[in-house]
C-alpha cells in the first residue's frame, strides 16, 4: 500500500480561509502558521490550533485520531490534552479541524526536570485504556514492524552500519513482551508544555498514541539526556528505552508502528543514516 500523491503545499491564505470556516467570526490577526510530519497547523493563541493534513493518508486518518484524542482527553490525566472543537470537515483534497489551545512553551533541550518527566511517563502509562480507546489505537505488537525495518531498510543503509543495526534491530524485536499501555509516541519537545516555573501544562499532538511498550515514551524523553530518564524511570523501563533506541532513534521506529509500508523508504534511510552518523 503506497500513499497517493501530495497534494501541492496551501498557501498562507488559503490555511486562513479554512481557520475561517471552522472558526467563525474569530480573529485571525494574531495566527501564526507552522507545520509537523503529517499536517500544517494555523495557531490562534488563545483559541484553538487548526490542523489541516497535508497528505492523503493523514486525512483519512483524522478522524479516527481526533476520536482517539477525544477519548484521551477525558481520561483524568493531570495536564491538559487538546480537546476536538470542530467536527473534522473536508476541503477538497485535506481535512481539517480545530482543537483547544494549550498555554506554556517548551523546555529547552536537556533541562528537563526528571521528577517530573517521571511524573508525565507514568501518568500516561497509567490511563486506563477503555475498549473505545483500544479500538482506535493502534498495537504495534500485533504488526511487522521489525520484519519491515529488516526488509525495507536494512539492506539500503551504508555497508557499515547493517551488521550492527540488524543486531540492534533484533534486540529491540526480541525484548520480552510487557502488557500494553498507553504511549504518546511523540514526546518531543514542541508537544510538551510547561509553566515558567517548570510545571506540565499540557501534552499536544496525540497522532503518534498506540497501546505497546511505555519504554518507547521513556525513550522519546531522552533528548532531556539519558542520565535524565535514569533518574526519571525504574532501571528496567530505562533498559528497554535504551534497547528500542538503538537500532536508529526510536523516533524513527515510532514511524512503522502502524504495519504500513513505507511511502518514501530513500528519505526514511537518509533520515536514519543522519541519526547514526550523529548518535551512533
Not at 501534552?203 to 497501546?211: F, N, R, T
Request: contains cysteine; glycine residues 8%.
Amino acid at each position: 500500500m503506497t500513499d497517493s500523491p501530495t497534494p501541492a503545499a496551501p498557501t498562507t491564505g488559503e490555511l486562513l480561509e479554512i481557520a475561517d470556516a471552522l472558526l467563525p467570526g474569530r480573529s485571525l490577526d494574531d495566527a501564526r502558521i507552522t507545520e509537523g510530519n503529517l499536517h500544517h497547523v494555523v495557531l490562534l493563541p488563545g483559541t484553538a490550533a487548526v490542523r489541516v493534513s497535508k497528505r492523503p493518508s493523514s486525512a483519512q486518518e483524522m478522524p479516527r485520531r481526533m476520536e482517539a484524542q477525544r477519548e484521551i482527553s477525558q481520561a483524568g490525566l493531570p495536564f491538559a490534552v487538546p480537546e476536538p472543537l470542530t467536527p473534522v470537515t473536508r476541503f477538497g483534497e485535506r481535512t481539517a479541524v480545530a482543537v483547544s489551545w494549550i498555554d506554556g512553551e517548551a523546555q529547552p533541550e536537556g533541562q528537563g526536570d526528571p521528577g517530573q518527566i517521571g511524573k508525565l511517563l507514568r501518568a500516561v502509562r497509567e490511563v486506563t485504556v477503555t475498549p473505545r480507546l483500544r479500538r482506535l489505537l493502534n498495537a504495534p505488537g500485533e504488526k511487522g514492524w521489525a520484519e519491515l525495518l529488516a526488509e525495507e531498510v536494512i539492506p539500503r543503509l551504508p555497508d557499515r552500519w547493517r551488521d550492527e543495526c540488524r543486531t540492534r534491530l533484533e534486540a529491540a524485536r526480541d525484548l520480552e513482551a510487557v502488557p500494553d499501555a498507553l504511549v504518546h509516541g511523540d514526546l518531543c519537545g514542541a508537544n510538551v508544555h510547561w509553566s515558567r516555573n517548570g510545571q506540565l501544562i499540557g501534552v499536544l499532538d496525540w497522532d503518534q498514541a498506540h497501546l505497546f511498550d511505555p519504554a518507547i515514551d521513556a525513550a522519546l524523553m531522552a533528548w532531556h539526556g539519558w542520565d535524565t530518564i535514569k533518574k526519571a524511570v525504574d532501571p528496567e523501563t530505562c533498559r528497554r528505552a535504551r534497547i528500542y533506541d538503538a537500532p536508529f532513534g526510536v523516533g524513527h521506529l515510532v514511524g512503522v508502528f502502524d504495519g504500513r509500508p513505507l511511502t518514501n523508504v530513500e528519505g526514511y534511510v537518509r533520515s536514519i543514516v543522519a541519526w547514526l552518523e550523529k548518535n551512533a
